[in-house]
Every structure is written in C-alpha cells, then in structure tokens.
C-alpha cells in the first residue's frame, strides 16, 4: 500500500488555467504539507495542514490554494497557472515525530 | 538565522571513498537534525537524523558528526557505492511545531 499518494502524476497544462493535485495517506498522521521543488532541487516549503487547520502558509501567490476535507486528504488547487509554476510539486505528512514522509511528487509542466 | 547552508552544491566521489556533505545553521534553538536522500524521480525521503545531545550517530554506512559549539552537522557515507548517488538534503527544526528548514541540497555522484 502506498503510504502517501498524489495524483496525476505528471499536467502538462497551459498558461492561464486552472489545475488541481490530489493528496492522499494512509498513515494516519495529522499533518500535511504542500511543497515546491525547483529545476535546480530546492524544497520550498508552501503550506502545512495540522488536522485540517492551516498553520504554515508560506509566502506564495494567493493564486494557489490548498484545501483540506479530510485529515487524510490535501489538494492544491492552482488558479491562472503561469510559466514559473513549472516544477514538481511533493505532498508528505507527519505524525508527532519530526519523520516526513514524501509522496512521489506531480511534475507540472506549464506552457 | 532561519537559513541552513549546505555544502557542497554537487560532488563525484569513487566507488569505495567516502562522501562528505556538511551544513552549518545559525539558529541555537534547532534541536532536530535530519539527512533526506532523494533518488530521481522519487520523493525524499529520511535517512539519518540526530539531536544535539549526541556528537556522532551511525547507521550503517551512513554516519552523522554534529558540532553543536561550530553549530555545523555532516553526513559521511563509508564505502560509497553507486548505488548511493542521489541528492541529499540536511534540514533543521525545533521544538514542536516541526517545521524543516531546509539545506538546498547536494547532488552526489558515485562513479563505479
């Protein structure tokens, strides 16, 4: 069973629309996180979800937003996509330790 | 002070050496220290971490040294295989609310 899941795994999609990711683990965990990762590696941290409450909410563009139904459950929804949204996007979670445990990512690809 | 600085960006090592990343931090209430290994296409995912109460943690090949007075960690990998060649990502946190600071990682090259 596949701990943390997102979908689709790869959108291809072009400037100005509007996408969804899909997170999804089965860990039981309480915490979620969104984060960005550049062509050059970095991991920019983007939100944090702690039961369905946000409480990190990095300095991104209002045009992305996460939403948490569920504790089990983080999307990112992102409005008027533009070029520099290219990257690749990894969902994880976290239970009381400080252990995150990564999804396999969404390689968004704007044209 | 919330930066973590990793160093070095890249590195090549041969099969068999031994692979040394290190990051250094300026923030004295971090008490959380981690390595993520990232293999491409995949997501990070941890490796080795330690607390500031210990100098030293070993798992394996994979060995963490912290300098708490330098404020300064590394990971050194004993008989590096190619196998091992990822990207590799130090992070810091502290106390609960486990947000990562994160290094910009290094992208180890082992050549057979």
Known sequence: ?111 | QQQVKQSPQSLIVQKGGISIINCAYENTAFDYFPWYQQFPGKGPALLIAIRPDVSEKKEGRFTISFNKSAKQFSLHIMDSQPGDSATYFCAASKGSNYQLIWGAGTKLIIKP
């Open chain 1, 1 to 111: 069973d596949t701990a943390v899941s997102q979908t689709p795994k790869y959108l291809v999609t072009q400037m100005g629309n509007d996408k969804s990711i899909k997170c999804e683990q089965n860990l039981g965990h309480d915490t979620m996180y969104w984060y960005k990762q550049d062509s050059k590696k970095f991991l920019k941290i983007m939100f944090s979800y702690n039961n369905k409450e946000l409480i990190i909410n990095e300095t991104v563009p209002n045009r992305f937003s996460p939403k948490s139904p569920d504790k089990a459950h983080l999307n990112l929804h992102i409005n008027s996509l533009e070029l520099g949204d290219s990257a690749v996007y990894f969902c994880a979670s976290s239970e009381y330790s400080e252990t995150q445990y990564f999804g396999p990512g969404t390689r968004l690809l704007v044209l």
